[in-house]
């Protein structure tokens, strides 16, 4: 399929979609309106409604603020998952003592300790980095203790041989293989980040994507709510595309899956 | 055996293995012997072959002499003074692959001097030119999945030589090519040492390559408890083309002579993997 084609196909999906959505929150079938507007609002009014907050400039803050949570989330959560990560995949008698708890923490719903860091940290941004955090902090340590442990035995022993010393071991193998595993999982990392903080910003804040959406709902302005939410796809979208770019340019020594020799 | 009772070390041999033993301990419990007692030196300049059957502790009598595992019993001298850590002498070109595959070719070739604190720059200069002796001079820039096995393995050559070790030890380098790039490999190998001649300890099952290769072929018995239990000079004139030699009268004989040896290792190393 060409690039043209994939695009055409892929626009046409949405069009469909949105006229669908229109007609049947407008037009009544069989003499029953199947989507009702109070639900589900419409296309249009929530359309209008996005142009609004660009035109007006009020979206510009609340964007922002939800950029810098799932920024802060996801530096400090990888920061986290790598020194700890590191940590465990080179004292194991660390990793062994601690394996419960690791597992315990990471089994809990975040969600519940969205109050608690409320109540810690108050109703700004750091509740929400909080949440993002212990979301990002996981997924972060997990692939790079596993990055540090699944080294290849014959690497490490040639790079022994090539006379590196401790330190040029860490910065030679472990710290590509590790960035290499973390760098695999960042799609999902920064996913999670974002989750974090508008999950964060929907239980209690003032401000934030997930702010916009909690007040409109607050007063079944419906219109608002999807709005939100359509503001807050493209946002995810832009993000993951940046995340894309990234990982291309770092992670050129690998190969494709396509062009992956037998 | 005559050979115990040369136990002391020549000062002159590269590597001195003397009634060196590896046994490992069993999950299970117990332990199990892969090799026992085995004298082995390589003099300075020496290029020997060891061949043996597979799994007789080929690989583990290399690793020996690297120094990244440490034998049960028995002493390990390199050019006579006792190794009791890394073998800093040494370069090791492994069987799998051990590139570093975050690196180009080039950067995989200079990181052995960078290691020894040469500045970066003076690194990728020198590794340019023996990313070139290796015949890679275009494909430097390339990361080693975008090259062939055969490349690969030139790639690893020059990591290992551009640092001049004394020792080189080969764990079946070549093993994973086809029939035409190992002939290719070999007739660099030799090309490059001929240049300066440093002692080689070279593992291969292949008996036609390790005599087209080596001035000595050091066959082992079957494992458990593998030994050596052949010793040949390979009389043939340097410098060789792997391809022709193999045409050789001189050749010919020599091959008949060890694999009747190494036949019989072989079935018993069959009988006792596929009994087991």
């Given at each position: ?262 | ?110 990181i052995g001097l960078e290691t020894a604190g040469v500045l970066s720059s003076e690194a990728r200069a020198r590794a340019q030119t023996w990313v070139a002796r290796v015949g890679l001079s275009s494909f430097g820039d390339r990361y080693p999945h975008m090259l062939s096995g055969g490349q690969r393995k030139r790639v ?76 040949w000079k390979v009389p043939l004139a340097r410098p060789r083309d792997i391809g022709e030699i193999k045409l050789d009268h001189a050749f010919h004989e020599l091959h008949r002579d060890i694999w009747h040896m190494l036949k019989a ?12």
């Amino acid at each position: 399929m060409s690039r043209v084609r994939l695009i055409v196909l892929q626009v046409l999906v949405a069009a469909i979609a949105v006229v669908l959505w229109y007609v049947l929150s407008t037009y009544k079938v069989f003499g029953k309106i199947l989507l009702p507007p109070f639900f589900f609002s419409n296309p249009v009014d929530v359309a209008s409604q996005i142009v609004d907050w660009f035109v007006s400039g009020v979206i510009w803050k609340h964007l922002w603020v939800t950029l810098e949570e799932s920024i802060l989330a996801f530096v400090l959560g990888s920061f986290g998952g790598v020194a700890v990560g590191f940590w465990f995949a080179r004292q194991p008698r660390t990793a062994a003592v601690f394996d419960p708890y690791v597992k315990m923490v990471n089994a809990l719903p975040r969600v519940v300790l969205a109050p608690i860091f409320t109540l810690w940290l108050g109703l700004g941004i750091w509740s929400k980095v909080a949440l993002g955090v212990t979301l990002v902090f996981f997924i972060v340590f997990f692939n790079v203790y596993q990055g540090v442990k699944e080294v290849s035995p014959t690497v490490l022993a040639n790079a022994r041989m090539l006379g590196m010393s401790e330190r040029q071991l860490m910065r030679h193998v472990y710290w590509p293989s590790a960035l290499s595993w973390m760098f695999s999982s960042l799609h999902t990392s920064v996913g999670f980040a974002v989750v974090g903080a508008v999950v964060g910003e929907y239980l209690g804040s003032a401000a934030g994507l997930g702010y916009l959406i909690q007040q409109a709902e607050g007063v079944f302005d419906v219109a608002g709510v999807f709005a939100g939410m359509f503001v807050l796809a493209a946002f995810v979208i832009v993000i993951d595309t940046i995340v894309t770019l990234i990982e291309r340019r770092l992670l050129v020594w690998r190969p494709l899956a396509s062009d992956a020799r037998p | 055996m005559a050979a115990s009772a040369t136990a002391k070390p020549i000062p002159a041999s590269a590597v001195a293995l003397s009634g060196v033993s590896i046994a490992f301990r069993l999950t299970g419990g117990g332990s199990y012997t892969a090799v026992e007692r085995t004298t082995l030196t390589v003099a300075d300049g020496e290029f020997v072959a060891i061949v043996g059957p597979t799994g007789c502790g080929k690989s583990t009598l290399l690793n020996i002499a690297a120094g990244l595992i440490a034998p049960s019993s028995g002493r390990v001298d390199i050019f006579g003074t006792a190794l009791t850590t890394l073998n800093r002498q040494a370069g090791y070109l492994f069987q799998a692959d051990a590139l570093f595959p975050w690196k180009t070719a080039l950067d995989n070739v200079a990181i052995g001097l960078e290691t020894a604190g040469v500045l970066s720059s003076e690194a990728r200069a020198r590794a340019q030119t023996w990313v070139a002796r290796v015949g890679l001079s275009s494909f430097g820039d390339r990361y080693p999945h975008m090259l062939s096995g055969g490349q690969r393995k030139r790639v690893g050559l020059a990591q290992v030589l551009i640092r001049d070790p004394k020792i080189l030890l080969m764990d079946e380098p070549f093993g994973p090519l086809d029939a035409q790039t190992r002939q290719i490999m070999g007739n660099l190998l030799l090309d490059l040492w001929s240049a300066d001649r440093k002692a080689v300890l070279f593992v291969t099952h292949d008996l036609e390559e390790a005599i087209a290769l080596s001035d000595r072929v050091v066959i082992m018995s079957a494992g458990p408890a593998a030994r050596v239990i052949g010793d040949w000079k390979v009389p043939l004139a340097r410098p060789r083309d792997i391809g022709e030699i193999k045409l050789d009268h001189a050749f010919h004989e020599l091959h008949r002579d060890i694999w009747h040896m190494l036949k019989a290792e072989v079935i018993k190393g069959y009988a006792l993997t596929e009994g087991a």
